[in-house]
């Protein structure tokens, strides 16, 4: 396989795994429990760094590229877990739930692998569809409230 077609390969990947975790973080726990129980029976899993809870800095930007400033604290709760199969996998959410954070991480293992890739993307299809739905939602919500200014020529020559 030449190099530049490893290269794509692996840029698709990298992009799926990142929409996949970003998916993860916004999932309810109901969401993420529902989700490992469509694909039961699982792979054993030991935890890499045992779950924790801290805080993160959140950082913001004045007009979105002006200079960053310290916007606040978040809680967190991360997690890498390790698959008998050696599929590694990790996870960080908003909150104090370490044990969505853990499953989450199971989640972001499993779909690594390619044997259980599609049947990650399956099950997590629910999640998908509302989580589109919401955007979509807030995106009405915002557009309904766009305001387009005009400028009429003024009688000064």
């Known amino acids: 396989m030449p190099p530049e ?25 109901a969401e993420i429990d529902a989700v490992l129980a469509g694909l039961a029976p699982l792979p054993g899993a030991s935890d890499l760094r045992p779950p924790e809870i801290g805080l993160v800095m959140l950082r913001g930007r004045t007009g979105g590229d002006g200079a960053p400033f310290n916007l606040g604290e978040a809680t967190v709760a991360r997690a890498a877990v390790r698959l008998d199969s050696g599929a ?3 996870a960080y959410r908003l909150g104090r739930d370490a044990g969505a954070a853990r499953k989450a991480a199971i989640l ?30 807030v995106r009405a919500e915002t557009a309904a409230t766009k305001v387009d200014f005009f400028t009429l020529v003024r009688g000064e020559d």
Do not use: Y
Not at 8 to 21: K, P, W
Not at 109 to 137: N, S
């Open 88 to 90: 590694t996998g990790f």
């Open 5 to 29: 077609e490893k290269s794509n390969i692996g840029n698709a990947l990298q992009a799926g795994r990142q929409v996949l975790m970003a998916m993860l973080a916004r999932a309810v726990p």
């Open 108 to 137: 972001d293992a499993l779909w690594q692998d390619a044997a259980h890739r599609g049947a990650v993307d399956a099950a997590l299809a629910p999640v998908r569809a509302r989580l589109d739905a919401e955007t979509a939602q």
